[in-house]
């Protein structure tokens, strides 16, 4: 038996000479060539690390998976996955194949849509990047307005941190991503252009002292509890160089991971926090919240949309970027 339950010897050979008959792609070894379909193999049993479950996933028989295994282990001359009891496992030259996997399967898909969607837009999908706050409180409104006007596409939006969503973008899952304009160092690999002014205050409950006040100064608080992002995220980095432009840094902090999480502690009066007017509207307007101005400085940024030079957007991609 081999290696995935698949007989050698004869049995291999037969089945290699059938592929050849039946006008398959084999290369001068006699070995069937690599496809999408193994492709996508290999990634659904990375991830789901079981042949059975990766099986039934992709509607195919056990033994088929495991020959399309074998096959692309037999082209590349390196094992990919080690099996452990029920459990399947990448191996290091798996694990190094596997962003390249990706990217073929990716860049096919992308270049499928773009040949669908070139005569009409009858049919289609649309993959496409944001931030957490951008993906919330921006993008909706554009999407319902895409969505009525080209019913029939489908829209993947992947809300995620910066650092996810870029890395998507390289491996051509996502056509283009929306961020806040500190994010991107390496600006020459893009194309970027900007698409709103963000403006950001200090926010606080109704129970405040400040709540009824314009402004404040930034020691006015000081002492506050400060709610904010994890030091890690670029929005934090990105306020705590303004802060240090003054001298300045809270005394107590609140770490928690997700913007409507801290704007819901600012509501129950847990602290105060700096954050986009746009996400503070509706409590403004309810009377739970109030955004002061800072009297040191008018903090703001602009929000780009960015895709990869060189990059051929799809149709719809046009059709949704020529709405904002």
């Not at 004869?10 to 039946?22: D, I, M, P, R, T």
């Not at 295994?69 to 798996?94: C, D, H, K, S, W």
């Not at 205050?201 to 020691?219: A, D, W």
Request: glycine share 4%.
């Amino acid at each position: 038996m081999g290696k995935y339950g698949e007989k050698d010897g004869v049995e291999n050979l037969g089945q290699k000479a059938q592929s050849q008959k039946s006008g398959e792609c084999v290369d001068t070894r006699g070995n069937e060539r690599m496809d999408i379909e193994k492709l996508e193999s290999f990634l659904m049993l990375a991830k789901l690390q079981h042949f059975t479950k990766t099986a039934d996933e992709l509607y195919i028989s056990q033994p088929a998976l495991s020959k399309r295994i074998y096959a692309m282990e037999q082209e590349l001359g390196v094992p990919l996955f080690n099996r452990m009891g029920n459990q399947t496992f990448l191996t290091v030259p798996g694990e190094a194949f596997k962003p390249y996997a990706e990217s073929l399967v990716a860049t096919y898909n992308s270049a499928r849509e773009y040949i669908r969607q070139i005569e009409h837009m009858e049919h289609g999908t649309l993959n496409f990047g944001a931030t957490n706050f951008i993906g919330v409180y921006m993008l909706p409104a554009i999407v319902a307005r895409f969505t009525k006007k080209y019913p029939n596409i489908t829209i993947n939006m992947n809300i995620n941190s910066s650092k996810n969503i870029l890395e998507m973008l390289h491996k051509n899952q996502l056509e283009f991503v929306f961020l806040s304009d500190y994010i991107i160092e390496n600006r020459d690999a893009y194309v970027i252009e900007d698409y709103w002014q963000d403006h950001l205050k200090l926010v606080v409950g109704n129970e405040h002292r400040l709540f009824h006040e314009k402004s404040c100064s930034l020691f006015d608080v000081k002492d506050d509890l400060y709610i904010t992002k994890k030091k890690q995220s670029s929005q934090y980095k990105f306020l705590d160089q303004i802060f240090k432009q003054y001298d300045f840094d809270f005394t107590k902090k609140f770490f928690i991971s997700t913007q409507d999480a801290i704007k819901e502690a600012v509501v129950n009066h847990v602290g105060i926090s700096i954050m986009s007017e746009l996400a503070v509207e509706r409590e403004i307007e309810m009377g739970l919240l109030a955004a002061l101005d800072l009297k040191e400085t008018t903090i703001e940024r602009n929000i780009q949309y960015a895709y990869l030079k060189n990059k051929y957007l799809t149709p719809a991609a046009k059709a949704f970027l020529e709405l904002l």
